[in-house]
């Protein structure tokens, strides 16, 4: 998993409260346990006129120009901005993923679904918890200025958003993993060599519960 320290990005606005995972990566793309190729169809229902069926072009499609995730100024957005609750509804991990492999790496809200939250860390997503008058004013400034870029450091908790300067929380297990480009099995790997001992250990003291070698 691709580590996360800092991050210098452009910051797109999807204003909008309770996003549920079904309408970040609809349930008919859901064919494949691969982790890529759901960019293409991230918020699909709300990013193009037609409706998406797997397998078609993006190239074939049509895009609504009105979509925030289709403007020019938001090209190469790498950051998030959302109401409260984003990340509702079914648990399905494809809805990291689709955000992961668009490019989103920050998202900033109110409040997310636990599920997702947890999901998110695992799959090199950082969630950024802020107050909605915070979040309110960012929302503002997105207004204001379409295109703008932010910096996230992680490892201070800082997120710079034009002339504001931000403070935000992480549990720190979870911020280890991102530091560190750790997933689940990452995480495990860390103690390879205490498993393989006992491993042993066990072998040696309980030998009836292993299968005699041919």
């Known amino acids: ?27 008919q793309f859901m ?5 890529t190729g759901f960019g293409d169809n991230l918020f699909d229902e709300w990013r193009y006129h037609d409706r998406g069926e797997p397998g078609v072009p993006r190239s074939q499609r049509q895009p609504r120009a009105d979509f925030p995730l289709n403007q020019p100024a938001f090209a190469g957005a790498q950051i998030l901005l959302t ?3 984003f990340g509702c509804g079914s648990s399905r991990e494809h809805a990291p993923w689709a955000l ?17 939250h947890g999901n998110c860390f695992k799959n090199g997503i950082l969630p950024i918890v802020l107050g909605a008058d915070t979040v309110e004013r960012l929302f503002a400034q997105l207004q204001r200025q379409p295109g703008q870029r932010w ?30 480009g750790l997933d689940d099995i990452g995480l495990t790997l860390q103690r390879a060599e205490r498993i393989r001992a006992y491993e042993v250990r066990r072998r040696s003291q309980e030998p009836w519960l292993f299968p005699v070698q041919p």
């Open 31 to 35: 064919k494949s346990i691969a982790r």
């Open 1 to 27: 998993m691709q580590a996360f320290t800092t991050l210098d990005a452009v910051a797109v606005p999807l204003d909008r409260a309770n996003v549920d995972t079904d309408a970040i990566i609809p349930k």
């Open 151 to 180: 910096q996230i450091d992680l490892a201070a908790r800082h997120l710079q958003a034009g002339a504001e300067r931000l403070t935000f929380t992480v549990d720190p297990e979870r911020a280890h993993r991102l530091l560190n």
């Open 83 to 85: 109401r409260e609750n």
């Open 100 to 116: 992961r492999d668009f490019g989103i790496r920050a998202i900033v809200a109110p409040s997310f679904a636990d599920i997702f």
